[in-house]
């Protein structure tokens, strides 16, 4: 399914887009050459850019006027996006049609959040799922369900990968002040085995439980953490005590079941949802289990809110679509190779991680959704950490590096702790004068004289950033900013003509993971190695004997 791209309109609106940026943006090839003074002079004239150059939606407030860019060229990146079918596509991704060609299926992330009564596809499977959530939930909070000594469970272990924990460990570390009492939640994903290790550490079996999360069940990394957790609960236990202490959310019921885990302990999951957007589902059971039902219908609520907005707003109003354009005119005409996400939150530390993998594991493709090799570039990379401490790591780069990298802030008016005013308005403070500061620069020169300016100090300015003020941190407002960049992306893929659903780089990795492990399994010497080690490439066999001949087995 093509959205009705005007292929002859986005030709000539690529000329249009093409003049402008030769105007607007300091080209990386002359890069030093451009007039510093582009920001500033577009500010001095147009009196109203501030205003002319934001969008608030609900509580959301996206400032986007120190972005290099003029009206002329903002209203033919608007017209780019009709060229491409925008209104369509948001229409064939609301209703569920195919729209990821690769594996034929839909990406109905947003029937996971609309209120049962909106008839969204699969509402009722989606509102019995919830129920079910629902009822465990409630079980594990009210003590009724129990471990297989009769105690109630106090710590959960979210087992999983990628989507199947990015989202829900960022969304439960973010919403840390409405946790519950308990029980304590843990995200455990990396199959070194530090990270389960160490987890379980200081933790009893008897009130332990863990929910394996997993689309496909049959990711390496979660099935060898739940194979080691299993030994670690059964070491303490029995064999009958897993029915207690596991439950799964899984498309693949068989494979969970295999596992040993009980049926009526296993969440449903659907092909129409993808991992990376998969958080609404029962994929956010531990977000639940961590902050209660009522704020995860919240969380729900929010992206519902957002859905809304990028469905019904004009392009030149609609939030998700506005950061698309922005991010397309400096990635296509600007080649600024990064985006630095930068949350001023701590709350939202974890919030750059996420977005690396909605960002870039959907929209880090070459090929368009009709199998053509594409001519143009396509997601730049996406990186960040939560302000201010990225002041003392990487803005010496932003500040005084050879290219310029867009800045997005992010900012929540209110801070997320009582008795904090005084160090959430330095917060706030550091966050608004890094992008003044990017924007007009500090001309060292100016004020001690020609005879004494100092190219070393000379911070030169004009570098782009957009703030997203959000009046404070609550489910409804993440969940809004999480579907705001679930939209932002898919925007993107429709402009570049990509398919955002399909993760076919991710696994070839993982097929050639199984030679090398046999490799490093096998007793050097023993022929089956010498058999196996005739499949690496040289460099990989070299590393594998180094190991072999350093590795301790522990
Ligand atoms: O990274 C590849 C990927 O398939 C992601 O898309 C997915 O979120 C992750 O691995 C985990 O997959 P699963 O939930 O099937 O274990």
């Known amino acids: 399914m093509?959205?009705?791209?005007?292929?002859?309109?986005?030709?000539?609106?690529?000329?249009r887009l093409r003049t402008a940026a030769s105007r607007l943006l300091p080209l990386a090839e002359g890069y030093g050459q451009h007039d510093p003074q582009t920001l500033k002079l577009l500010f001095a004239n147009d009196a109203e850019r501030s205003a002319q150059?934001?969008?608030?939606?609900?509580?959301?407030?996206?400032?986007?006027?120190?972005?290099?860019?003029?009206?002329?060229?903002?209203?033919?990146?608007v017209e780019l996006a009709e060229a491409c079918g925008m209104q369509g596509a948001i229409g064939a991704l609301l209703r569920g049609a195919k729209i990821n060609p690769s594996e034929g299926r839909a990406a109905l992330h947003t029937s996971l959040r609309s209120p049962l009564a909106a008839n969204a596809p699969h509402a009722a499977l989606v509102g019995e799922t919830l129920t079910s959530m629902r009822e465990f939930v409630d079980s594990v909070h009210s003590g009724t369900w129990t471990g297989y000594d009769g105690r109630a469970i106090e710590t959960i272990i979210n087992l999983g990968i990628g989507g199947s924990d990015l989202g829900p460990a960022m969304v439960v570390d973010a919403l840390a002040d409405f946790a519950l009492e308990t029980p304590d939640v843990h995200f455990v994903s990396n199959v070194d085995p530090a990270h389960l290790t160490r987890t379980l550490a200081e933790l009893d079996p008897a009130t332990t439980l863990f929910v394996v999360a997993s689309k496909t069940f049959g990711t390496l990394e979660t099935l060898t953490n739940a194979r080691s957790a299993r030994d670690w609960l059964i070491a303490a236990s029995d064999e009958a005590a897993v029915a207690r202490h596991f439950v799964a959310v899984s498309a693949n019921v068989a494979a969970a079941c295999e596992f040993g885990i009980e049926q009526s302990n296993i969440f449903p999951l659907w092909d129409w949802v993808g991992g990376r957007f998969s958080l609404w589902s029962a994929i956010g059971l531990p977000i639940a289990l961590a902050i209660g039902f009522k704020a995860f219908d919240e969380l729900l609520a929010?992206?519902?809110?957002?859905?809304?907005?990028?469905?019904?707003?004009?392009?030149?109003?609609?939030?998700?679509?506005?950061?698309?354009?922005?991010?397309?005119?400096?990635?296509?005409?600007g080649a600024s190779p990064s985006t630095a996400v930068v949350p001023y939150s701590q709350?939202?530390?974890?919030?750059?991680?996420?977005?690396?993998?909605?960002?870039?594991?959907?929209?880090?493709?070459?090929?368009?959704?009709?199998g053509a090799v594409l001519t143009q570039r396509t997601s730049e990379i996406i990186w960040g950490s939560a302000g201010t401490n990225g002041q003392h790591s990487y803005f010496q780069q932003l500040h005084q590096g050879t290219e310029f990298t867009p800045v997005e802030f992010i900012a929540f008016a209110t801070a997320s702790v009582d008795s904090a005013d005084e160090r959430h308005r330095h917060l706030l403070a550091n966050c608004l004068s890094q992008s003044m500061a990017l924007m007009n620069g500090d001309e060292a020169g100016a004020d001690v004289g020609e005879e004494n300016w100092d190219p070393q100090k000379t911070i030169k300015g004009n570098r782009p950033s957009t703030t997203l003020l959000i009046k404070q941190l609550s489910p409804h407002n993440l969940g809004s900013l999480i579907a705001l960049y679930e939209h932002k992306v898919f925007a993107l893929s429709v402009l570049w003509n990509i398919n955002a659903f399909d993760q076919w780089g991710v696994e070839l990795g993982k097929r050639l993971s199984k030679d090398v492990y046999a490799a490093l399994s096998e007793p050097a010497r023993s022929s089956k190695s010498a058999q196996t080690a005739s499949t690496l490439d040289e460099s990989t066999r070299a590393l594998v004997h180094k190991i072999n001949s350093w590795r301790v087995p522990r």
Do not use: C
Not at 304 to 332: G, I, K
Not at 352 to 370: D, F, N, T, V, W
């Open 347 to 370: 709350d939202l530390g974890l919030f750059p991680a996420y977005l690396q993998q909605l960002y870039m594991e959907s929209l880090g493709k070459s090929i368009s959704r009709e």
């Open 53 to 77: 150059f934001s969008l608030t939606v609900d509580e959301l407030h996206l400032d986007y006027s120190k972005s290099l860019i003029d009206s002329t060229a903002l209203a033919a990146l």
């Open 302 to 333: 929010g992206a519902h809110a957002m859905d809304t907005h990028f469905e019904t707003a004009p392009l030149q109003e609609n939030l998700p679509v506005m950061s698309a354009l922005l991010a397309y005119w400096y990635r296509e005409y």
């Open 2 to 15: 093509t959205f009705n791209r005007n292929r002859a309109a986005i030709d000539v609106l690529d000329k």
